[in-house]
Structure formats: structure tokens, C-alpha cells
């Protein structure tokens, strides 16, 4: 192509740009409106007592990544209200998405609110969960019915295993504790789906394990 | 606020009119507001990966922009609230003018999707091909010679459709 059709090309691919709209005092504040109101709000709370009543922990952790390595498998994906990474005690670094929220509206946009925080893990105290479940006591029953130790130093531990399960516990500790204090906690559920490369797992499988953790 | 959520609101902030004005061009003057509602949600859920400098930041939010786009092709993006204030004022703002750019807009819209984005792009959002790089998330070489393939096509597609000169009888 020669220079003057270079520029001939050019010219016309430069105006051929749609129109726009164009900007006004009242455009400007609608997008800074816009902005203030995409932006997760973070409510902070009074740190409470912790009272473990049944957490929904992440689902698949450690597992779902040598499922699916190209993307996440949850249909609700595209519209997951959060991606969150963390890091196991073996280094493995995890990432999950939290989403599919159900239940009441106030709920549910509360819930969002708060697990679509940034810096969401700085409200989730998960180094405590971690310790309780060390300290707690487990047992495993094995494919001939035997009853062994499966606490921390078994070949039937997995730190990771356990520590993913306590980011999962934390995290719905600390959004039903918010959602208590806000007085709107009735029936929340949600899921999340999470992926762990280079995880480490336990040794040797057992047929059960028991816990009072 | 965070420092991640600090910087990511500044961002936002200082693109969000380039950003309205590439979904207008994209989806039409009133799927826009919608659309940037959208790229602002997704951005605050992707915040821990905004990049830190804000050259980097701006080509990171028009990657989600381009991809809320492709999304959006094939579902459609839900009407909120929150984009009708947007809508209501930036449509009063618009100025449909005499247009005389379809030729070459059809022209652009008939090349390969992968060709065609880079010259818009380029052209109507003023990127350089590196800057496109980044917001494509392909290697620099890949998308230098994408865009000198689809400026051939382009040049041989509107010198095809020129009127050809008829000579003058004498």
C-alpha cells in the first residue's frame, strides 16, 4: 500500500467512529453516581463471639481444579459476587468464587454487600478456625473397621484439607455474624467453588473420618 | 477503603467516561449505561487483580469492558436501576448526526471478530497496537499482523465498493 493510501485508509477509519453521546455537567454526576453504586460497601461490625452453628464450607476444595483447569464449572459463575485467594500451609495458593445467593431480598443483597468486599478476608478470622481444628480430635475408621488416630502428624491429615475447610467455615462464620447483627439472617444459603493447585492431601484414605471439630 | 479498593475507584473514576464512550460505540447509545454497570461490578469483584499503575489499570478495565461486550452478545445484560439516571441524561446529551462512516463501518463489521477489534481499537478508541496488546491479552506480534492483515482486507473492501470513474465521452 502506498503512503497516500495509507493515509486515505487511515482518514476514513478514524471517521468512521459512531457517535457518542457527548459530556455534561448531569452525564458527569450520573457516572459518579454510577461508580458510588457498583462500589461493594463494607459495613463494619463489633467483633462478636464466635459461635460456630453449621457453616456451609467451600465445596470441592483441593478437587476442582484437576476437573476443570480452563474455568469454573458452577453455572452461577459468570455471576459470582466475589474471587478470593488464599494460601495453604504447603504454599498451594487457592482461588475461589462465592455466589448463587438465596434467600430473603434483604438477605441476599446484605450477604452480597458483604462477601463482595475486596478485601473481604481482612472481617474473616480464619487463623482461629484454623487452630480449632487442630485441636480438635479425629478419628478414622478404616476399610476393616479399625479406629485410629487421623489428627495432625497421621498419614491421614492434610494441614491443606483442613485449612481450606477453615477458610470455608471462617468465611460463613463471619457473614452470618454480620447478617445477625444487621437483624436480617432468616434462611441465607449460597455455594462456592474453589481450585487449589499443588494442594497437598492426606497419605492414606481412610473409610470414614470422625471429628468433633 | 482499602488501598486496592482506593486505586480501584480512582480508576474507574478517570476511565469511566473513555469507558461509556466504547460501549456506546459497541452496544448502541442506550445498552450502554447498563453495560458500564456491569464492567464496574466485575471490576470490583476482580479488584485484587487490578494492576497498580494506572496506564496498566486503564487497559485492565477495558479488558473487562471488551469482555462484558462479548458476554453480552450472548446474553443479554439485565436493565438495572442503576444505569437509568445514566441513560436518561446521556441520551439527552447524544447528537445522532448525518453519518457518512456506514460504508466503512460494514466494512469493518464483515472482517474475521479477532481483526475487527483491533481496528476499532485503534481507530475509534485512539489505542496504540501495544496498548491493544494488553487489553487483548495477546502477544504484541500476534496483534501487529492481525492489524496490517485486516487494514489489507479493509483497503481492498472500500476500493471495491468506490465508484468506479466513468470515462468522459467526448
Request: proline share 4%; with cysteine.
Amino acid at each position: 500500500m502506498t503512503d497516500s493510501r495509507d493515509h486515505e485508509l487511515d482518514a476514513k477509519l478514524n471517521a468512521s467512529v459512531p457517535v457518542t453521546t457527548h459530556r455534561t455537567r448531569e452525564r458527569d454526576d450520573a457516572l459518579r453516581a454510577m461508580v458510588a453504586a457498583t462500589r461493594p460497601k463494607r459495613r463494619l461490625r463489633p467483633r462478636m463471639g464466635v459461635a460456630i452453628a453449621g457453616g456451609i464450607a467451600l465445596v470441592g476444595a483441593g478437587g476442582v481444579a484437576a476437573a476443570d483447569a480452563l474455568g469454573w464449572t458452577s453455572w452461577w459463575a459468570d455471576d459470582a459476587v466475589n474471587e478470593v485467594t488464599y494460601t495453604l500451609p504447603s504454599g498451594a495458593v487457592c482461588e475461589g468464587i462465592l455466589g448463587n445467593f438465596r434467600g430473603t431480598s434483604e438477605e441476599v443483597e446484605a450477604a452480597e454487600e458483604f462477601m463482595a468486599q475486596p478485601d473481604l478476608f481482612d472481617s474473616v478470622d480464619v487463623e482461629t478456625h484454623y487452630a480449632d481444628a487442630r485441636a480438635a480430635n479425629y478419628v478414622a475408621t478404616l476399610d476393616d473397621g479399625t479406629e485410629v488416630d487421623a489428627g495432625p502428624g497421621t498419614p491421614y491429615w492434610s494441614a491443606d484439607d483442613r485449612y481450606a475447610d477453615a477458610v470455608g467455615l471462617a468465611t460463613s462464620v463471619a457473614l452470618h455474624d454480620h447478617l445477625r447483627d444487621l437483624g436480617v439472617l432468616e434462611r441465607l444459603s449460597y455455594e462456592a467453588e474453589s481450585r487449589c493447585p499443588g494442594s497437598v492431601p492426606a497419605e492414606l484414605r481412610a473409610r470414614e473420618i470422625r471429628s468433633d471439630w | 477503603m482499602s488501598r486496592v479498593s482506593e486505586r480501584l475507584e480512582a480508576a474507574v473514576r478517570a476511565n469511566s467516561d473513555d469507558l461509556l464512550a466504547y460501549l456506546e460505540r459497541r452496544v448502541g447509545i442506550d445498552d450502554a449505561p447498563d453495560t458500564l454497570a456491569e464492567v464496574m461490578t466485575v471490576a470490583w469483584r476482580r479488584a485484587k487483580h487490578l494492576p497498580t499503575l494506572p496506564v496498566e489499570a486503564r487497559m485492565w478495565l477495558f479488558g473487562i469492558a471488551r469482555n462484558v461486550v462479548s458476554n453480552a452478545a450472548r446474553t443479554r445484560i439485565r436493565r438495572t436501576r442503576l444505569a437509568d439516571r445514566l441513560r436518561e441524561v446521556a441520551s439527552a446529551a447524544s447528537m445522532p448526526a448525518a453519518d457518512d462512516g456506514v460504508e466503512v463501518r460494514e466494512a469493518i463489521a464483515a472482517l474475521d471478530t479477532d481483526l475487527s477489534e483491533i481496528v476499532r481499537l485503534r481507530h475509534w478508541e485512539g489505542f496504540s497496537l501495544a496498548e491493544i496488546a494488553s487489553i487483548l491479552d495477546e502477544p504484541a506480534s500476534t496483534v501487529r499482523s492481525r492489524y496490517a492483515k485486516a487494514r489489507d482486507l479493509l483497503a481492498t473492501a472500500l476500493a471495491d465498493a468506490e465508484p468506479q470513474a466513468t470515462p468522459r465521452l467526448r
